[in-house]
């Protein structure tokens, strides 16, 4: 196999380095939305960036394995886990597998998890980064005080910490320093796995002194925001959207044709409690 593909069969090969890596969570029947991903924001191709398609492979069809198998003949970029399955249930270990595999295979600065719906400007994200702590950061659009739930897929069972779920950056792409993988990956075996991969990470990250970042331009909730030039990230787009996107940054220079909010954002208040650190929403933010 390709040293990109089993997390089994990589671990020793000498290591590479790049100062952001992007693990772009994908579902293995999903190669259009990657091709539409590989044509957009990754065509803004940067020496000091590396991405992977982090995809589960047990349990898989034959025929959808195939498909997998010769995609990444051709790309080069998919890190398939045969220790995972697919499923949503399954998440958060697939993210924690995807770290431990990244902290023993790569040198890296700075890692990016976002899924295959997220549009990501890698250029003024790698010029913000730069500014940024060069450790213990811990950077997205933090969510603090919400429910747990009781209920449906998201249902968690083994939630027992408090009456709602701890500050957590949203899954739609956060960036985390390379010392906090290095401290996830190796207390992974200690670390309680919740339904929500998000979630886990913000836990497995509470008791760190670390520098916690809320940036509005991470679009990263369940649906987007709207759509601002300033955005970095963008969570919920389709191939088309992304295509549109990428369209109108060559043509303009601009994310956007107008400006658009659909819903309203807030500053993360860090002085009180997470029940109240994201009431305020402001009609100035993007």
């Known amino acids: 196999m390709a040293n990109e593909i089993s997390s089994q069969t990589v671990v020793g090969l000498t290591q590479k380095s790049f100062y952001l890596i992007v693990l772009i969570m994908s579902d293995p029947t999903k190669s259009a939305t990657r091709k539409a991903i590989r044509e957009t924001w990754l065509s803004v191709s940067h020496q000091k960036v590396k991405h992977l398609f982090v995809i589960g492979s047990k349990g898989l069809a034959e025929d959808v394995l195939n498909d997998v198998l010769k995609e ?18 399954s998440l958060t270990v697939k993210v924690l597998a995807g770290f431990q595999w990244l902290h023993l295979n790569y040198q890296f600065n700075f890692l990016l998890k976002c899924d295959d719906d997220s549009f990501v400007r890698t250029v003024p994200l790698l010029e913000e980064l730069q500014k940024k702590p060069q450790s213990h950061l811990y950077w997205g659009f933090f969510k603090g005080g919400s429910s747990v739930f009781q209920k449906g897929k998201w249902k968690e069972s083994e939630w027992f910490l408090c009456d709602t779920y701890l500050p957590y950056a949203l899954g739609g ?34 008791p760190l002194k670390i520098r916690r970042v809320h940036d509005v331009r991470f679009d990263t909730e ?31 220079g601009k994310l956007c044709p107008s400006e658009l909010r659909v819903r309203y954002s807030y500053n993360y208040n860090w002085t009180v409690l997470p029940s109240k650190c994201c009431k305020n929403f402001d009609p100035d933010l993007p």
């Open 72 to 89: 990444n003949t051709a790309h080069h970029d998919m890190l398939i886990l045969d220790s995972v399955s697919e499923s949503y249930s």
């Open 173 to 206: 792409g956060y960036i985390l320093s390379s010392d906090l993988v290095e401290f996830i990956a190796k207390s992974g075996p200690l670390l309680q796995q919740y339904k929500s991969e998000d979630v886990s990470v913000g836990v497995w990250l509470s």
């Open 222 to 252: 369940f649906k987007s925001r709207g759509c601002y030039n300033d955005y970095l990230i963008t969570h919920k787009q389709s191939a088309n959207e992304m295509r549109e996107k990428h369209d109108n940054l060559i043509k303009t």
